[in-house]
C-alpha cells in the first residue's frame, strides 16, 4: 500500500491542504488496494488554519506514519516561516524523505522542504512573492504552475495545488483516472475576471507583507532569518 | 458587523468548504470594520469530511451565529442527502434565512437549501450529476458555474465555488479587492489536459454513483426519497 501524507502544522494555508487531497484521496477509491491518502502532524487534535474561523485535525500521527510513499507539504505566511524552524517537523520531514518517492509541496511549503534540506540542486517553485528565497536552500526558483525534478514535485500559489495535484494523479494512475476526478470536481474553472495578467501583480503590497511574514516568523531563529536575508529594523 | 457563516456538517466535501471560505476569508482582512468569517456547525468538536483522513472544526455553534449576513452551504455525496433530513440544520438555515441577504451553496449544497424551503421559484444550480433534483423543491435548475437569483446564489460542482466566491467577493468588496484575492491564491489555473469536455462527462458511472447516494442518503427519510423520485429495489 502506497501512502501519501499530507503534512499539517498550526496555521497552513486551507486550500494549500484542501485542493490537493480533493484532487489526490480519489485515488484510494480507484485504486483501493494501491493507495491510500493519510493527513498526519504533530498530534491529532484539532490545529488552526490560517482562516481563524476554521481548524482542521490530522488523522494520523507523524510517528504513526513514518514511512509513506509521498509527502505532500502546505504552504502559509507567519506560520510556515516558523514551520521552517519546528524540529519535529523538519525531522518529519527529513525521514520521510530517506524513502518517500515523491516530496511534494504547494506555494511557500516548498520553503519547509527547502529547510528540511530536501530541494538542493532540485528546481523548484513557490508563492510568486516568495519565489527568490529557494535560493537559500540550494534550490533553483523555476517561475512556473509546477515543477518536477527528481522526487521534488513543487506547485506555485495555493490553487496551484489544484493542477499540480491533477498532474500527479495522471502520472501514478493514468490520464483517464484524472479525468475522471476533474470532472468529479468540476474543475472547469472560470475566474469572473478571466486569468490573471502578471503585469498587474500587486507587487509593493506583497513586497511590504512579504517582509513582515518573514521578520515575524523569524523572530525566534536568527539563523534562519540570516539565510533568509532578513535585516533587523 | 456582516457575518459570512460557512455551514457545516459530518461529510461535507471539504472543498465545497475551504475554497469559497480561502478566497471570502480575506474580506475580514481587506474590510476589517465591516465583514468576519465564521465557520458554524452543531457543535464545535472535529468532524469528519468526506475525505476520510480530514476532520474540520467549526468556530461557532448555530446558536452562537444565528442572524448571519451571508450562510455558505457545502455539499458532499451521501452525507448530503442525510443532512437534507437533520432538523437542526434545516431548522438553522430557515432561521438565517428569515434576515440573511444572502444565501449560497456550493455542489450539492443548494439541494439543502432546497430542502430547508429557500429556494422556490428560484434559479439555482448544483453537481452536474445531480441538476435534475432540484425541481424537487420548486427551483428551476440552470447548467451554469454559478447562479444569482435574488437572495439565492448556488455554484455548480466542488471547485465552481471557487468561481462563485471570487464573484461574491467582488459583488460585496469590488473587482480590486477580488483581484488582489486572486493574486493572493495565485488563482490562474491551468487544467494540465485543459478544460472539461462536456460530451465525455462519464455520465453512466455517476449515474451509477447518484442511485446509490440517494439510495443510502434516504434510507431513514422515505419522505424526503419519494420527493427526490427514489425507487425501492
Same mark, same amino acid.
Not at 509527502?71 to 517537523?89: F, H, N, Q, R, Y
Given at each position: 500500500m502506497?501512502?501519501i501524507?499530507?503534512?499539517?502544522y498550526p496555521?497552513?494555508t486551507a486550500?494549500d491542504?484542501?485542493?490537493?487531497l $480533493? &484532487?489526490?484521496? %480519489?485515488?484510494?477509491a480507484?485504486?483501493p488496494d494501491?493507495?491510500?491518502?493519510v493527513?498526519v502532524?504533530? !498530534? ?7 482562516n481563524a474561523?476554521?481548524?482542521v485535525?490530522?488523522? !494520523?500521527?507523524?510517528e504513526?506514519v %513514518?514511512d %509513506?510513499? +509521498? &509527502?505532500?507539504?502546505? #504552504? /502559509?505566511?507567519v506560520?510556515?516561516?516558523e514551520?521552517?524552524?519546528?524540529e519535529?517537523?523538519l ?5 520521510? #524523505?530517506?524513502?518517500?518517492e515523491?516530496l +511534494?509541496? &504547494?506555494?511557500t #511549503?516548498?520553503l519547509v522542504? /527547502?529547510? @528540511?534540506g530536501l ?8 508563492h510568486?512573492a516568495f ?7 540550494? *534550490?533553483?526558483?523555476?517561475?512556473k504552475?509546477? &515543477?518536477?525534478d527528481?522526487? =521534488?514535485?513543487?506547485a +506555485? #500559489?495555493v490553487a496551484? /495545488?489544484?493542477d =499540480?495535484?491533477l !498532474?500527479l494523479?495522471?502520472?501514478? @494512475?493514468?490520464?483517464?483516472? *484524472?479525468?475522471?476526478? $476533474?470532472?468529479g470536481?468540476e474543475?472547469d474553472p $472560470?475566474?469572473p475576471?478571466g ?5 498587474d ?5 506583497? $513586497? +511590504? ?7 515575524e516568523?523569524? =523572530?525566534d531563529a536568527?539563523?534562519l *532569518? ?8
Amino acid at each position: 500500500m502506497k501512502t501519501i501524507a499530507f503534512v499539517t502544522y498550526p496555521g497552513l494555508t486551507a486550500l494549500d491542504l484542501v485542493g490537493p487531497l $480533493q &484532487v489526490l484521496d %480519489p485515488l484510494s477509491a480507484f485504486r483501493p488496494d494501491e493507495y491510500r491518502t493519510v493527513v498526519v502532524g504533530e !498530534h491529532t487534535d484539532p490545529m488552526p488554519s490560517d482562516n481563524a474561523a476554521l481548524r482542521v485535525a490530522a488523522s !494520523h500521527t507523524f510517528e504513526e506514519v %513514518p514511512d %509513506p510513499f +509521498a &509527502v505532500v507539504v502546505p #504552504g /502559509g505566511m507567519v506560520s510556515t516561516i516558523e514551520a521552517m524552524s519546528d524540529e519535529k517537523l523538519l525531522a518529519y520531514l527529513r525521514r520521510a #524523505g530517506e524513502t518517500a518517492e515523491t516530496l +511534494a509541496s &504547494v506555494c511557500t #511549503g516548498s520553503l519547509v522542504l /527547502g529547510a @528540511a534540506g530536501l530541494l538542493e540542486d532540485r528546481e523548484a517553485t513557490t508563492h510568486w512573492a516568495f519565489l527568490d528565497l529557494l535560493e537559500a536552500f540550494g *534550490a533553483k526558483p523555476v517561475a512556473k504552475r509546477w &515543477v518536477a525534478d527528481g522526487r =521534488a514535485f513543487t506547485a +506555485a #500559489g495555493v490553487a496551484a /495545488g489544484i493542477d =499540480a495535484a491533477l !498532474h500527479l494523479v495522471a502520472t501514478l @494512475a493514468g490520464e483517464d483516472v *484524472a479525468r475522471q476526478v $476533474q470532472f468529479g470536481i468540476e474543475y472547469d474553472p $472560470q475566474p469572473p475576471f478571466g486569468p490573471l495578467n502578471w503585469e498587474d501583480a500587486p507587487r509593493d503590497m506583497w $513586497q +511590504a507583507w512579504r517582509a513582515t511574514t518573514l521578520k515575524e516568523g523569524t =523572530a525566534d531563529a536568527p539563523e534562519l *532569518a540570516r539565510r533568509l536575508g532578513v535585516t533587523s529594523a
